[in-house]
């Protein structure tokens, strides 16, 4: 997949309130590990999004037809799967991040990273996934325990966190953390609550899946933060674990709350109402504009009927904003039944704090316009050497690079890892742009590429030549 699809891809996870300032990933062209996808059956709480795999996204929506699906590949399983996936080039790379989080000495491999740098104009990030494998159900509670992790550093936050945990926890999602058991080696349930396994009924290939689980934290708006997606097997490159990310629902907003219901009921009872009064208050007091309206049930009851009576409660809270004064045009409105919780189903005080619906303040539209526009604005005057990929390479790779206007001298300085000069590519245009390097005559070896501006060095990436 080259640069300019991942960018697409990373585009169509956006949403409110935040503005991307670059994007990279560890994919060499040909492997399709990274994608976008449509359920429009929403059954698994997404109807459409990005997919990150350790295998290929090709053939993974779709009737679930094997237990061994590997690089887009349904696999017999009294097949050699070991040297089918070598001839298919799996058990590539791992990740050092996401070994970090196993309690093990497991290796990783046929990772899959993307990672961009984000600005975010509110002060509360969030986005929503559903993890999913082929381990799921006869690996659970093996050494394969397919992880997955969201890593988050900037402003306000020590170090790097993962940011994918279970609910209320800082327990990584994975194989071992989220699954119904293995009675075969009498491995108990996990977080099954937040576990749904798939016999067929759903759109999609992994055996099993987690519930749609989100994403919340505390940002500081106008900076930049590096966020770092990362997905990889475990143990082996032998059945793939994936991601899904929800269409649009990376974003940025400036407050949120919650309203609770009866079990079974969509009424807003005297407690609900309070709230939301004082949250009219707010609204206008601080002049914000868009509200986001979710809606979330329990367990009890079909999925179905779950849907429909989130939907209620949404209309509930939407018909006595409008009636508050805050413009239907103003409220987004989203359902998603039983299939977000965010607590454990299995407790009664769990499947109270489900029954609600979720209250975002968004930023004023206009503000987020202007800002957004200064930020893409700056971004544009910066002088910067993007990525290099193929990397490695063997025969050529490209170089992209961004230079602002009213430049005089622009170049691409390549050197040798000893410092000898080797070439020199001479950059004409202003803006955006990518110049390929020709690197079948030189030998294996590190390499640097150096950006230069009117005399001054801007930046500089390695990389590797293997013939």
């Known amino acids: 997949m080259n640069e300019k699809n991942v960018e697409a891809c990373i585009d169509a996870f956006l949403g409110e309130g935040v503005v991307l300032k670059s994007v990279q990933t560890n994919l060499v062209r040909n492997r399709f590990s990274l994608g976008t996808f449509d359920e429009k059956r929403g059954a698994i709480g997404i109807d459409s999004g990005i997919i990150l795999s350790t295998g290929s996204v090709k053939s993974l929506i779709g009737t679930n037809k094997s237990a061994a699906f590997t690089n887009g590949e349904v696999l017999e399983i009294e097949e050699s799967i070991v040297d089918r996936l070598k001839r298919k080039q799996n058990w590539l790379d791992g990740d050092e991040d996401l070994e970090g989080l196993l309690n093990s000495n497991s290796n990783t491999y046929d990772a899959c990273v993307v990672e961009m740098e984000i600005i975010p104009m509110?002060?509360?990030?969030?986005?929503?996934?559903?993890?999913?494998?082929?381990?799921?159900?006869?690996?659970?509670?093996?050494?394969?325990?397919?992880?997955?992790?969201?890593?988050?550093?900037?402003?306000?936050?020590?170090?790097?966190v993962n940011l994918a945990t279970l609910p209320g926890t800082e327990i990584p999602i994975s194989i071992n953390t989220v699954n119904g058991g293995q009675a075969k080696i009498n491995f108990d349930p996990v977080n099954s609550s937040f576990y749904v396994r798939n016999e067929g009924q759903y759109n999609m290939e992994y055996d099993g899946f987690t519930k749609l689980m989100s994403i919340k934290q505390k940002v500081t708006p106008f900076e930049t933060y590096r966020i770092k997606i990362a997905i990889a097997d475990v143990a082996d490159g032998s059945?793939?674990?994936?991601?899904?990310?929800?269409?649009?629902?990376?974003?940025?907003?400036?407050?949120?709350?919650?309203?609770?219901?009866?079990?079974?009921?969509?009424?807003?009872n005297s407690d609900a109402k309070l709230i939301l009064d004082k949250l009219t208050a707010i609204y206008e007091e601080k002049g914000y504009q868009k509200v986001m309206?979710?809606?979330?049930?329990?367990?009890?009851?079909?999925?179905?009927?779950?849907?429909?009576?989130?939907?209620?409660?949404?209309?509930?809270?939407?018909e006595y904003?409008?009636?508050?004064?805050?413009?239907?045009?103003?409220?987004?409105?989203?359902?998603?039944?039983?299939?977000?919780?965010?607590?454990?189903?299995?407790?009664?005080?769990?499947?109270?704090?489900?029954?609600?619906v979720e209250i975002k303040f968004l930023g004023a539209n206009s503000e987020y316009l202007e800002k957004r526009a200064e930020v893409q604005a700056s971004l544009k005057q910066v002088s910067?050497?993007?990525?290099?990929?193929?990397?490695?390479?063997?025969?050529?790779?490209?170089?992209?690079y961004s230079i602002p206007s009213g430049f005089k001298n622009a170049s691409i300085q390549v050197y040798s890892e000893s410092g000898a000069k080797i070439t020199s590519i001479r950059l004409n245009?202003?803006?955006?742009?990518?110049?390929?390097?020709?690197?079948?005559?030189?030998?294996?070896?590190?390499?640097?590429?150096?950006?230069?501006?009117?005399?001054?060095?801007i930046n500089t990436h390695l990389f590797a030549v293997e013939h």
């Open 384 to 400: 910067n050497l993007g990525k290099v990929y193929p990397n490695p390479t063997d025969e050529r790779t490209s170089i992209q």
């Open 122 to 160: 509110a002060n509360t990030l969030s986005f929503n996934y559903v993890f999913g494998s082929d381990e799921y159900d006869e690996y659970v509670g093996s050494k394969f325990n397919d992880v997955f992790a969201l890593f988050i550093s900037g402003p306000g936050i020590s170090g790097q």
């Open 321 to 356: 904003l409008i009636e508050a004064g805050i413009l239907d045009t103003l409220i987004i409105i989203r359902s998603k039944g039983e299939l977000n919780p965010i607590a454990d189903n299995a407790r009664a005080d769990g499947k109270s704090s489900n029954r609600r």
């Open 429 to 457: 245009l202003a803006g955006e742009g990518e110049t390929l390097l020709e690197t079948a005559s030189l030998k294996s070896g590190m390499y640097l590429a150096a950006l230069e501006v009117d005399g001054q060095r």
């Open 293 to 318: 309206l979710t809606g979330h049930t329990d367990s009890e009851g079909d999925v179905a009927y779950n849907q429909l009576l989130s939907e209620d409660r949404v209309a509930e809270v939407e």
């Open 239 to 268: 059945l793939d674990s994936g991601v899904m990310l929800e269409h649009t629902s990376l974003i940025s907003y400036h407050a949120d709350y919650e309203v609770h219901f009866e079990s079974d009921q969509s009424a807003l």
